[in-house]
């Protein structure tokens, strides 16, 4: 069974950056597209980027675009999620998801991390 401890998360000034980690454990991840979602209060959870399995694709959301960045590590069987210049509508609780594909993102995750809470606040 696949099982995700995220981590990274915590309070940052608007400007400043974060790396959240997803590090799986139970499967190795080279299958899997790995999806980062956010959910902030009150809001529904939304999509913030995408990494595909193997075929080196990336998606990104418009608001997230230039300045968050996905990366994989199928060594460390770990996903990333470098955040800079954050803004204080980032906030929010975030999560890493998998799904098996063989290319490309998928619609839907069937496997999902606990959540890590990052805070952007002066």
């Known amino acids: 069974q696949l099982q995700f401890v995220e981590s990274g998360g915590g309070l940052v000034q608007p400007g400043g950056s974060l790396r959240l980690s997803c590090t799986a454990s139970?499967?190795?991840?080279?299958?899997?597209?790995i999806g980062w979602f956010r959910q902030a209060p009150g809001k529904e959870r939304e999509v913030v980027s995408c990494?595909?399995?193997?075929?080196?694709?990336?998606y990104y959301s418009a608001s997230v675009k230039g300045r968050f960045t996905i990366s994989k590590d199928n060594a460390k069987n770990t996903v990333y999620l470098q955040m800079n210049n954050l803004k204080p509508e980032d906030t929010a609780v975030y999560y890493c998801?998998?799904?098996?594909?063989?290319?490309?993102?998928?619609?839907?995750?069937?496997?999902w991390g606990q959540g890590t809470h990052v805070t952007v606040s002066s």
């Open positions: 998801a998998a799904e098996i594909t063989r290319d490309g993102c998928p619609k839907d995750f069937g496997s």
């Open positions: 139970g499967r190795t991840l080279d299958y899997y597209a």
């Open positions: 990494i595909a399995s193997s075929d080196g694709y990336t």
